[in-house]
């Protein structure tokens, strides 16, 4: 278990000092700005929507390690998914944010972000780039804040 929780841990830094897909997007269809008060996080999401499928999506922000590595993984992970499987994903990762409950199947490596659910200030930084990402989905909101 140490040795996953050091991978896990690997996993935040490499994301947060090398952020996937980060930069805007030219072709997106979406977006949606979310903020973070308690922590200072701030973040730009981008998504390229088509035939109801994430097609691509970016993000640009600054903010803790949490909230950038969290909002890199995700990137990586609802790229290709449908806005279905993508809502599904939210609500499986809100779970484990919240209860520290893994569906390792489902997860994958947003596991690594399991330990914030003890930390519940962290939470809101976890889950800043998939309440973004919802309320990018939706039409008509263009920002969203995790307060
Ligand atoms: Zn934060």
């Known amino acids: 278990m140490n040795d996953l929780r050091d991978l896990y841990q690997q996993l935040i830094l490499d994301h947060n000092q090398n ?5 805007t997007l030219e072709t997106a269809t979406h977006s949606a700005k979310g ?4 922590c200072g996080d701030h973040l730009d999401l981008y998504i390229e929507i088509e035939d109801d499928a994430i097609k691509d999506v970016r993000f640009v922000g600054t903010g803790c390690a949490i909230s950038k590595s969290s909002a ?18 939210f609500e499986k990762f809100q779970h484990m944010a919240t209860t520290g409950e893994i569906d390792s199947d489902a997860l994958g ?23 973004t990402l919802t309320a990018g989905l939706e039409p008509g909101s263009e920002t969203t804040t995790t307060e």
Do not use: Q, Y
């Open 35 to 38: 903020h973070n008060p308690l």
């Open 72 to 89: 890199s993984i995700m990137t990586t992970v609802i790229k290709g998914k449908t806005i279905a499987e993508a809502k599904e994903l």
């Open 109 to 131: 490596k947003l596991a690594a972000l399991a330990d914030v659910h003890k930390f519940p200030a962290r939470v809101k930084c976890a889950m800043l780039a998939w309440r």
């Open 19 to 23: 952020p996937r897909n980060f930069g």
